[in-house]
């Protein structure tokens, strides 16, 4: 089992930055892909970003490329997505996930509770 705790959201202006964390617990030696997804208000979960095990392979959405980072530190069994110029369509729960998975959230075994990113105008 592994259990994943995210931190680090809050209220922040347009244009902005934050820095979500996921610490991970439980079974940290097993090898898992880690993304992060978020779900606005009234719409699906969507995929953000995806690391591997190794961190030395990343990819992203369309609409948040260029603009966040993810990366993790295995020797913390932490993940964390640095998200900068952040703009109010950015507003959503965000959570981290576990798994063997690239974009589609049914390949993440493991799901944190999330944490919500509000941007303003």
């Known amino acids: 089992q592994v259990q994943l705790a995210e931190s680090g959201g809050g209220l922040v202006q347009a244009g902005g930055s934050l820095r979500l964390t996921c610490a991970v617990s439980?079974?940290?030696?097993?090898?898992?892909?880690m993304a992060w997804f978020r779900q606005a208000p009234g719409k699906e979960r969507e995929f953000v970003a995806v690391?591997?095990?190794?961190?030395?392979?990343?990819y992203y959405s369309d609409s948040v490329k260029g603009r966040f980072t993810i990366s993790r530190d295995n020797a913390k069994n932490t993940v964390y997505l640095q998200m900068n110029s952040l703009k109010p369509d950015d507003t959503a729960v965000y959570f981290c996930?576990?798994?063997?998975?690239?974009?589609?959230?049914?390949?993440?075994?493991?799901w944190g509770q999330g944490t919500q990113v509000t941007v303003s105008s």
């Open positions: 439980g079974r940290t030696s097993s090898p898992y892909t």
């Open positions: 996930a576990a798994g063997g998975g690239m974009t589609n959230e049914r390949e993440y075994d493991y």
């Open positions: 690391i591997s095990w190794r961190g030395d392979a990343t």
